[in-house]
């Protein structure tokens, strides 16, 4: 290799470093999920500003919609919420329900939907909404496979969001991930609540949470809960309900036993 | 029966209302066509739309009569006269044969057309110019006007000698008070088309404009007039429409709303950008546009405030004008907010409405309060219309399925807390509903479920033979 080419290499080479620091500094905004490991993975929390993606199987949709809607929660911080999404899904996944969205704690006053009739005009609107810094985050909730939703479609959203620090969530039902400009990819299935007899309530939704890809960091699989009175994420309780307080006044049944033994 | 014809058939004789089997007799070969009423009703209107371009105030006169209310338009067009000609001429050109009229009231001036087009009547020279005309010509049914001859009255003028009150007397009130209108004595209000826009600025081009660039600086520049106009009383436009006449007589109308009073042009123009772009059915702008009008028919008063420092206020602004921007594109029905709604039914109990009209009131909402440390009690995502399910059978009568068929798959039961029972109301629905019996429950893989059994067991739903039959389950939502 002749020393020209060496050097415009090594001048590449330093500009794609200065890039992606300069990207690092950029994405310093990032918001606690409240999972303990899981913030560690993202050196702090969800990145705002940015796009990432929430994979899932067709019949998971309503998984993962708790999961986005819980993104979303955290990284709004108490400004509107846009909800772009495709009839199609809604026929197949059903409607998003406002009272249950109020039932994770999460406030359905600061929600905007946008029924758009196809993915075009999905495309579009989150583009543009994206680009409003007066948003919180925009939801984009798409069914399938989808061939306009390519690397260039990807990298439209993924500037306009870094322009406005509006975070872009994109919920693909039923999808297969392909190659995207997205910060964070997830991909999310419905967890089994903590073992308890049949009759018993099942507590706070838990979802098993696999992070495929993470910019800045490495990857995992947590089991990770929604804690809908603090509204944040957290390590999964081993019980569903609360468990009644032992009784003080008498002595616990496993102490004298013990006591004999030894 | 004989519901149209052209002059040379005229000219043999046949008129209107004759039956076809006598025409023929008096005419072998006479070239027929069925009557297309509806098609008349849609060309009639859509010479009104090109008539929009005189006049605002247009009104219909079926089956195939248009009144323009010409006051103080005339002088744009060079005159009374002028304005005129140049209408006859333009639809005379297109095919049309027309008699045309002006006088100081729309009874006189439809007299007028059916004697003498073309004329026009100074005010208070009414009663002098249709007096000659035969009674036929003020078009007051066929009853009436047979008697009117039968006594003898032949001409308007003879009528108008008699005093109103034996008029009145033998032909009726309606009768007399139209007499009394084509005289130019009261005039009856036009009934318009469409109600007169708050503001109106319109361009005209001697060449016609063909090109988008074009399209696009005439409308910012009617903007900035309309914007200006406004102004000067402190309104903003709610409602705007543009409206583009081809020069080939196809006026398209466009309209905008907003969710609050635009008070700049730059809004406008983006606005009617996107909804230019977003059209299904492109402007098609033919041969070129000759005119471009700009109308904003709902305003409402601006109250000019001071921007304090709070972003709130700035978020919420910059929020609706993403909201009418979204709105102009793919429609405003496709934007929502959603309000609550007292009612224990799940999926009556969210109210979604244009966002345009009430983002504030769901901004404002009141929410039902969520139970502190309690599960979710209401699913996510809930189905519009609930999916039926196939239960093998329930182990207690009451009870829950142990297992159950949802889309072709196969669901074993792990977890089951309910029943919650969901009443109708029976004071609002007319047919007889069922009570529900939700269960939310968990499968084997984690998956939560909100279904119900429609019916009480043995109690409500009934077959063919009147014994109790076993109740439909279904699925209504999904949980996180």
């Known amino acids: ?262 | 029966m004989i519901h149209a014809l052209d002059d040379a058939a005229s000219r043999l004789g046949l008129h209107i209302g004759q039956p076809l089997a006598n025409a023929r007799a008096m005419c072998p070969d006479l070239r027929v066509f069925d009557a297309d009423v509806v098609a008349d009703a849609k060309t009639l209107s859509d010479i009104a739309d090109w008539c929009d371009r005189f006049t605002p105030l247009v009104a219909l006169d079926p089956p195939h009569g248009l009144f323009l209310d010409i006051t103080g338009c005339a002088h744009l067009f060079g005159g009374e006269a002028a304005l005129l000609q140049t209408l006859v001429r333009a639809l005379a050109r297109q095919g049309f044969a027309v008699s045309a009229a002006i006088a100081g009231t729309s009874v006189c001036a439809r007299t007028l057309t059916r004697q003498a087009t073309g004329t026009i009547v100074a005010d208070g020279g009414e009663a002098e110019a249709i007096s000659p005309f035969p009674v036929s010509a003020l078009g007051a049914g066929e009853a009436i006007t047979t008697g009117l001859r039968r006594a003898g009255l032949k001409t308007i003028g003879d009528v108008a000698s008699r005093s109103p009150s034996e008029i009145t007397a033998r032909f009726g009130a309606r009768f007399s008070i139209l007499l009394a209108h084509a005289l130019g004595q009261g005039d009856a209000p036009i009934n318009p088309r469409k109600p007169l826009p708050d503001y109106i600025v319109e361009k005209r081009f001697a060449e016609p404009i063909a090109t988008d660039t074009m399209i696009a600086m005439t409308l910012s520049r009617l903007a900035d007039m309309l914007i200006a106009s406004m102004e000067k009383q402190g309104k903003g436009a709610r409602r705007l429409e543009a409206a583009f006449f081809r020069t080939d007589g196809v006026v398209r109308a466009i309209m905008v709303e907003t969710g609050r009073p635009v008070t700049r042009s730059a809004v406008i123009d983006r606005l009617f950008r996107e909804r230019l772009d977003a059209l299904a059915d492109p402007l098609d702008p033919g041969f070129g546009f000759d005119m471009v009008r700009l109308s904003a028919s709902r305003t409402e008063i601006v109250v000019q405030e001071q921007r304090d420092l709070d972003a709130h206020v700035h978020d919420n602004d910059e929020l609706a004008a993403l909201i009418d921007r979204i709105a102009a594109r793919i429609g405003g029905k496709r934007v929502v907010v959603h309000l609550p709604q007292d009612t224990h039914i799940p999926e009556s109990a969210v109210l979604a409405a244009p966002a345009q009209h009430h983002l504030a009131a769901a901004m404002q909402a009141e929410w039902p309060v969520r139970t502190e440390s309690e599960p979710p009690l209401r699913p996510l995502r809930l189905f519009d219309k609930p999916e039926p399910i196939k239960v093998p059978f329930a182990t207690v009568p009451d009870g829950p399925p142990h297992q159950f068929t949802w889309r072709r798959a196969l669901h074993a039961v792990v977890r089951v807390e309910g029943p919650e029972r969901i009443a109708m109301e029976w004071w609002r629905q007319d047919g007889k509903q069922l009570t529900r019996d939700y269960f939310r429950i968990e499968d084997a893989e984690g998956l939560r479920f909100w279904i119900f059994r429609d019916g009480l067991y043995e109690g409500e739903v009934f077959d063919g033979d009147g014994k109790p039959a076993s109740p439909g389950w279904y699925v209504h939502g999904l949980f996180a």
């Open chain 1, 1 to 262: 290799m002749s020393g020209a080419r060496k050097s415009a290499l090594a001048t590449l080479r330093g500009q794609i470093e200065r890039i992606e620091t300069a990207e690092v500094v950029h994405q310093q905004d990032r918001v606690a999920l409240g999972h303990n490991e899981v913030d560690g993975v993202l050196k702090g929390g969800l990145a705002r500003a940015a796009i990432h993606e929430v994979f899932c199987e067709g019949r998971q949709g309503a998984a993962a919609t708790g999961f986005v809607m819980g993104l979303a929660g955290r990284v709004s911080a108490r400004r509107p919420l846009l909800w772009v999404r495709q009839d199609f899904s809604e026929v197949e996944a059903g409607a998003l329900s406002m009272s249950g969205l109020a039932e994770l704690g999460l406030d359905p006053r600061r929600v905007v939907m946008v029924r758009a009739a196809d993915v075009e005009s999905a495309l579009r609107t989150s583009a543009d909404a994206l680009a409003c810094d007066a948003l919180g985050a925009v939801v984009l909730e798409l069914w399938g496979d989808i061939r306009q939703f390519d690397l260039v479609a990807s990298r439209k959203l993924t500037l306009a969001a870094q322009g406005s620090g509006v975070t872009g969530l994109m919920l693909r039902m039923a999808a297969q991930p392909l190659p995207s400009t997205a910060e964070t990819r997830w991909m999310l299935r419905a967890a089994h609540s903590p073992p308890g007899p049949m009759w018993s309530a099942w507590g706070a939704p838990r979802f098993d949470a696999e992070l495929l890809r993470n910019r800045h960091g490495p990857c995992g699989r947590w089991i990770m809960e929604w804690n809908c009175d603090e509204c944040q994420f957290s390590e999964p309780s081993t019980y569903s309900q609360p468990v009644a307080a032992a009784p003080a006044h008498r002595p616990d049944p496993a102490v004298p036993w013990q006591r004999r033994t030894a």
